[in-house]
């Protein structure tokens, strides 16, 4: 019997959803993106310990919808480790001028979600992962704008997971190096979304940042 079990939990949009099942049935739950591919990777070697992820993210979401969940889908959970990957949609509301994004909530509500969890769960340890884009699809008919306004998020993100004690995955470089030999599309087809090799990389980018942290899971 495990003596040390840890339960890890995937946070975020679409690309963290990954059509995930809403059931039980543990061949659907993780979706097929990232996460599964992280909890493949990890559950197989860590078999002894039988590590649990969760994947708890909904397509669509932007901080403020995490925020606004978080109680049920993140601090109820008790993980011991959250994973957090949101931006786009934040970005997207903007981008496209919809009500949503009258306002830039992102920094403000990223900073209450992760305020609330140290406080109720200061145990836990924490993931930050970096928004990305790629110049093609609907990034691409306004690229300039549009990667300002992730870059910002980028920024965002590094400066809040130094704040708050977090693993930070930087996830642009390793999808702007890979499109020195493949374009774009074959990453991230619409510009946004992973391909299969897409989730590959942002799986091995996970990896090397957590598993070479103190908050490795063992």
């Known amino acids: 019997m495990a003596s040390n079990k840890r339960t890890i939990l995937f946070q975020g949009d679409s690309i963290t959803d990954g059509a ?3 059931s039980d049935d543990p061949n659907h739950i993780l979706g097929h993106g990232y996460p599964y ?16 992820f969760i994947n708890r993210g909904i397509s669509g979401n932007r901080v403020s919808d995490l925020y606004a969940r978080w109680n049920e889908d993140a601090i109820a959970l008790k993980p011991d480790l959250i994973s957090i990957l ?3 949609n934040d970005a997207w509301r903007i981008m496209n001028r919809l009500p949503e994004g009258a306002t830039d909530r992102f920094e403000r509500a990223y900073r ?4 609330e969890t140290k406080e109720v769960l200061p145990n836990a340890g924490l993931v930050l992962m970096e928004p990305f884009v ?3 699809g609907a990034p ?14 980028q920024r965002i993100a590094r400066q809040l997971a130094e704040e708050y004690g977090a693993v930070f ?3 642009q470089q390793p999808f702007d190096d890979a499109c020195r ?3 774009a599309a074959y990453w991230l087809w619409d510009g946004v979304h992973p391909t299969a090799a897409g989730h590959r990389i942002i799986a091995d980018a996970w990896l090397e940042a957590v598993q070479g942290s103190a908050l490795a899971i063992r």
């Not at 591919?37 to 039988?50: D, H, P, Q, T, V």
């Not at 209450?112 to 305020?115: A, G, I, K, Q, S």
């Not at 691409?140 to 998020?153: C, I, L, S, T």
Request: no cysteine.
């Open 20 to 22: 995930r099942g809403r």
């Open 37 to 52: 591919l992280i909890a493949a990777e990890l559950g197989s070697k860590l078999a002894a310990s039988e590590p649990k």
């Open 86 to 88: 949101i931006g786009v």
């Open 112 to 115: 209450h979600l992760l305020t």
């Open 134 to 136: 790629l110049n093609v």
């Open 140 to 153: 691409a008919e306004d690229w300039p704008r549009w990667m300002a306004q992730v870059a910002e998020y």
């Open 169 to 171: 995955v930087p996830l």
């Open 181 to 183: 030999s493949v374009n």
